[in-house]
């Protein structure tokens, strides 16, 4: 077991504190995210039975960011997730994923607290052994109202793709979000498919 | 309506079990996968599923676990009765460790003449115990 404290500054200290005491007293009241989502499951697939919530027709297709050579990454959104978000009142705000703080430890036995949005990058320079999640209050404290699909798509884009493909300027798209009828049923070559292969469909336009 | 109670126990109040280990036990998330189409196929506590390459793909856990040891089980099927000779394996993938929110999964083939290859199943399943954030 990791002594979670030990890498931890006094300010770090209190917030972990905290966290730890809300995520219990969620957990007690039932309104734990894990719970939100298992609570609202049985009345999302009668809406699902009844025709109510629309088919997943699309998905996100993206560079690596730090491996440009690497081949395509396609992210296909979950329809339960996608009719969870626009149900509402269960997901906290993407960037509050993005948010939760991350204790990294390294192989030589240094850590370091980084949100989730730069863990990626702080991998890509140091040789991480293990994470810990050390505040994830947002997630359990906050939910949203019901987003449209569109909206829906581009929460999951947030969560799931990482900030360096969609959050930076870059010469060239780096990511779409395309009908899956424009992903290549035939994977004999999927390996080489590339994103611009895969980006001459119309786009699914996010609202302002 | 509200059950308040710490257990529950059996008609004669012989056996009980709390439910804290109700909820330690349960499943946190599980995921059906066709990686040949690709499809998500059923899921809970899923964001999304990540096609990363032949034979790879990573799953997006929706509530984070606390840490990234927790317990992934899981089954591939290759959905072919013609493949004779050949064993199809999913493991979690050894170049990508698994994070607290996510899980990157290899499903490869194996024969005795042929070196493990990454494969494509049609039909991949995971359940997840462990703690979550």
Not at chain 1, 72 to 100: F, K, N, Q, S, Y
Not at chain 1, 166 to 180: C, E, K, L, S
């Amino acid at each position: 077991m990791i002594d979670i404290l030990r890498y931890l500054k006094p300010d770090e200290k209190s917030a972990y504190a905290d966290y730890v005491t809300r995520r219990m007293d969620h957990m007690q009241r039932g309104t734990h995210y894990w719970q939100r989502i298992a609570k609202a499951r049985d009345a999302i697939k009668f809406k699902q039975f009844k025709g109510e919530l629309p088919a997943i027709t699309h998905a996100i297709p993206y560079t690596d960011p730090y491996d440009l050579e690497a081949p395509v990454r396609v992210c296909h959104p979950a329809a339960m997730c996608v009719h969870e978000l626009m149900v509402g009142g269960i997901h906290p705000p993407a960037d509050a994923h993005l948010t939760t703080k991350l204790l990294l430890i390294n192989a030589d036995g240094s850590g370091d607290v980084v949100e989730k949005h730069a863990a990626l990058a702080y991998r890509q320079s140091h040789d991480v052994k293990s994470e810990h999640v050390i505040d994830y209050r947002r997630c359990h404290d906050e939910a949203m109202g019901p987003l449209t699909y569109a909206e829906a798509i581009e929460w999951i884009l947030q969560k799931d793709v990482p900030i360096e493909v969609w959050g930076r300027q870059h010469n060239r798209p780096q990511f779409a979000i395309v009908p899956r009828s424009s992903i290549p049923s035939d994977r004999t070559n999927r390996n080489a498919w590339r994103l611009a292969d895969l980006t001459d469909a119309p786009k699914l336009e996010i609202a302002a | 309506m509200k059950l308040k109670h710490d257990a529950l126990s059996n008609a004669a109040d012989t056996s009980s079990v709390s439910f804290e280990t109700v909820f330690n036990g349960t499943a946190k998330a599980w995921l059906s996968y066709n990686q040949a189409t690709p499809a998500v196929l059923g899921s809970s506590n899923v964001t999304s599923v990540t096609d990363t390459g032949t034979g790879l793909f990573t799953a997006n856990w929706t509530s984070s676990f606390s840490d990234a040891n927790y317990a992934p089980t899981a089954t591939t099927d290759n959905g072919s009765h013609t493949n004779a000779g050949f064993m199809f394996s999913i493991e979690t993938d050894k170049d990508n460790l698994p994070l607290a929110g996510s899980t990157p999964i290899e499903t490869v083939a194996v024969s005795a003449s042929t070196s493990r290859t990454y494969n494509d199943q049609v039909r991949n399943t995971l359940a997840v115990h462990g703690d979550l954030a």
